[in-house]
T-cell receptor, first 114, second 113 residues
Framework: AQSVTQLGSHVSVSEGALVLLRCNYS??????LFWYVQYPNQGLQLLLKYTSAATLVKGINGFEAEFKKSETSFHLTKPSAHMSDAAEYFC????????????FGRGTSLIVHP | NAGVTQTPKFRVLKTGQSMTLLCAQD?????MYWYRQDPGMGLRLIHYSVGEGTTAKGEVPDGYNVSRLKKQNFLLGLESAAPSQTSVYFCASRDWGSSSPLHFGNGTRLTVT
């Protein structure tokens, strides 16, 4: 069964600093990969997704993620954190074989200090 | 374009009471899902549906029932609420194909006393 690991349940950065949120998946066949963001008292919304077109994927709000097959990773980055980036971030995967059920990581809470 | 709408937004139940959570989507999506979110547990799948008239169990189905009589609606029922069902419930839908992302509602916060 597919699994997704998000390293660090909490990540703390200063405003203006680099944001790096880690995601590793377990499949030997590259899956479809997604990052979602959840702001307080809201549902999850899509930040970006990888579907094999390009290894570097750009998303909304200045975020991007790079797919690295050799490392089975899909880490999320942003060059300069803003206070409004404080939220919960979830990595998710879907098998290319047509599974109905995406697999989610446990989530990483991003804390941004002024 | 409303997307995924969940009702109600908040609810308090006494142990043993029943209720139904409604999810409605206006994107003509085939697949719909019910998740619960608890601190430190991430999202856990309760039930899902791959089309009108079909439902299937997820990771944590006990104590819940679902129905998908119309393509746009997915109902989650609690027949006899327990304090362990205190949680935030999210509905999601997506189009056909594994590369399609999930679209989430804004959640229902349920407290069972």
């Amino acid at each position: 069964a597919q699994s997704v690991t998000q390293l660090g349940s909490h990540v703390s950065v200063s405003e203006g600093a680099l944001v790096l949120l880690r995601c590793n998946y377990s499949s030997s066949v590259p899956p479809y990969l997604f990052w979602y963001v959840q702001y307080p008292n809201q549902g999850l919304q899509l930040l970006l997704k990888y579907t094999s077109a390009a290894t570097l994927v750009k998303g909304i709000n200045g975020f991007e993620a790079e797919f690295k097959k050799s490392e089975t990773s899909f880490h999320l980055t942003k060059p300069s954190a803003h206070m409004s980036d404080a939220a919960e971030y979830f990595c998710a995967v879907s098998d290319q074989g047509g599974s109905y059920i995406p697999t989610f990581g446990r989530g990483t809470s991003l804390i941004v200090h002024p | 374009n409303a997307g995924v709408t969940q009702t109600p937004k908040f609810r308090v139940l006494k142990t043993g009471q029943s209720m139904t959570l409604l999810c409605a989507q206006d994107m003509n999506h085939e697949y719909m899902y019910w998740y619960r979110q608890d601190p430190g547990m991430g999202l856990r799948l309760i039930h899902y549906s791959v089309g009108e008239g079909t439902t299937a169990k997820g990771e944590v189905p006990d104590g819940y029932n679902v129905s998908r009589l119309k393509k746009q609606n997915f109902l989650l029922g609690l027949e006899s609420a327990a304090p362990s069902q205190t949680s935030v419930y999210f509905c999601a839908s997506r189009d056909w194909g594994s590369s399609s992302p999930l679209h989430f509602g804004n959640g229902t916060r349920l407290t069972v006393t």
